[in-house]
């Protein structure tokens, strides 16, 4: 019974130095200490062979977070998918070692405590070749060790839907 309890609490990452402290990153993985490095941590993420470790990518996402895509329909009217981190992995690594770049273009920040949000304007290179560029709407929250994303909208720029000035660099 007592060592029930022990492993539940383990499980649980109620007693000190367990379950939790697991699940800290490396220091190559460190969490943003201000929502001003979100960006730049995305980029690092997700920057690198298609099929890469994406440890990074799951230290700096909430393990509940969710990816949403928006894009146009061929009728036009707008349509949208959303994946867990899970998904989004699968779904990259499948490109191989293809080599994607992201950069954050341009970015504001809202924040109020312990929450951001970030609106950021992103391209996205595979190969050395733009596939894409667009608005990311990042959510953010602050943790013990850090910022952590809770969730990212994303809408890619169509030839219906450019990048307003504004957003470029």
Same mark, same amino acid.
């Given at each position: 019974? &007592?060592?029930?309890?022990?492993?539940?609490?383990?499980?649980?990452?109620? &007693?000190?130095?367990?379950?939790?402290?697991?699940? #800290? %990153?490396?220091?190559?993985?460190? &969490?943003?200490?201000? %929502?001003?490095?979100?960006?730049?941590? /995305?980029?690092?993420?997700?920057?690198?062979?298609?099929?890469?470790?994406?440890?990074?990518?799951?230290? &700096? /996402? !909430?393990?509940?977070?969710? /990816?949403?895509?928006?894009?146009?329909?061929?009728?036009?009217?707008?349509?949208?998918?959303?994946?867990? +981190?899970?998904?989004?992995?699968?779904?990259?690594?499948?490109?191989?070692?293809?080599? +994607?770049?992201?950069?954050?273009?341009?970015?504001? !920040?809202?924040?109020?405590?312990?929450?951001?949000?970030?609106?950021?304007?992103?391209? +996205?290179?595979?190969?050395?070749?733009? !596939?894409?560029?667009?608005?990311?709407?990042?959510? #953010?929250?602050?943790?013990?060790?850090?910022?952590?994303?809770?969730? !990212?909208?994303?809408? #890619?720029?169509?030839?219906?839907?450019?990048?307003?000035?504004?957003?470029?660099?």
């Amino acid at each position: 019974m &007592l060592q029930t309890l022990i492993s539940t609490a383990i499980l649980a990452g109620v &007693l000190p130095g367990t379950a939790t402290m697991a699940q #800290a %990153p490396d220091a190559a993985c460190a &969490l943003p200490s201000d %929502p001003k490095d979100i960006p730049a941590a /995305l980029d690092a993420a997700i920057t690198g062979p298609a099929d890469k470790d994406r440890g990074c990518m799951k230290a &700096l /996402l !909430i393990p509940e977070a969710r /990816l949403m895509f928006v894009s146009l329909g061929a009728d036009g009217a707008p349509t949208y998918r959303v994946e867990n +981190l899970d998904d989004w992995i699968a779904r990259v690594k499948a490109r191989g070692h293809a080599v +994607l770049e992201e950069k954050q273009l341009k970015f504001r !920040i809202e924040r109020y405590g312990n929450i951001a949000h970030l609106w950021s304007s992103y391209t +996205l290179e595979s190969d050395g070749k733009r !596939i894409a560029r667009g608005i990311n709407s990042i959510q #953010a929250i602050k943790e013990t060790g850090g910022w952590r994303v809770t969730s !990212i909208l994303v809408q #890619a720029e169509s030839a219906t839907a450019p990048l307003p000035k504004e957003y470029l660099p």
